[in-house]
Every structure is written in C-alpha cells, then in structure tokens.
C-alpha cells in the first residue's frame, strides 16, 4: 500500500496525491480507489488541478488532450505522469502538441 503526506480531490472530481519530495500526481476517482493510496485529506478541495486544467495524470495520455491512456485517437501509450515520479519543472515547455493540433 503506498502512503502519501496528503490527499486532496478537486471541484473536478480528480484526487490529487501528495507523496515526500515535492512529488505529486493526478487521477481519476476510480483510479484512485484502485491504488489503495493512504494519507490525510487535505480539508479544502482544489479549484484548479494538473488533471483537469493541464490534462496531467497517471491515467491521462501524454499527448495532454485529457483522453485515457490507450484511448486517445492520437494512438500514444504512455500516462503524462508516472506514479511516485517528479515532472521535470521545465516539463511543460517540452510536452507534445494535443492530439488535436495533430489532426488539422
């Protein structure tokens, strides 16, 4: 079971975790309950969570269209986070195009 210092969920519905170190990531509800994550809950929700406004997370491709992993038309694989695993602070500059810049 992994532990993080604090949990806190957005107006979104997203659950972002809080782990030592600065690191951080973001998931659905559903994928959530499913890694059995415990911590304390944070006592305010988010407003602005890397799930929902930078389409950020463990379950959310690469491409940050916002699209599950693996269900995204843009055909990538990969999660835009890694669980446990800090983002590069520059990251953003680097991230590719959403899928749909791809399509036009």
């Known amino acids: 079971m992994l532990k993080a ?17 600065g690191v951080s990531n973001s998931m659905t509800r559903a994928t ?9 809950w944070a006592p305010t929700k988010a407003y602005n969570c890397n799930h929902c406004v930078n389409h950020w997370g463990i379950d959310l491709c690469e491409c940050g269209s916002g699209e599950p992993v693996g269900k995204c038309s843009c055909g990538m694989t990969t999660p835009s986070e890694k669980l446990g695993i800090k983002r590069p602070s520059l990251g953003f500059l680097f991230r590719p195009l959403p899928c749909s810049i791809w399509e036009l």
């Open 32 to 40: 959530f309950e499913a890694l059995h994550i415990e911590g304390e």
């Open 5 to 21: 210092e604090y949990i806190q969920e957005c107006r979104c519905g997203a659950v972002t975790v809080f782990f030592p170190g």
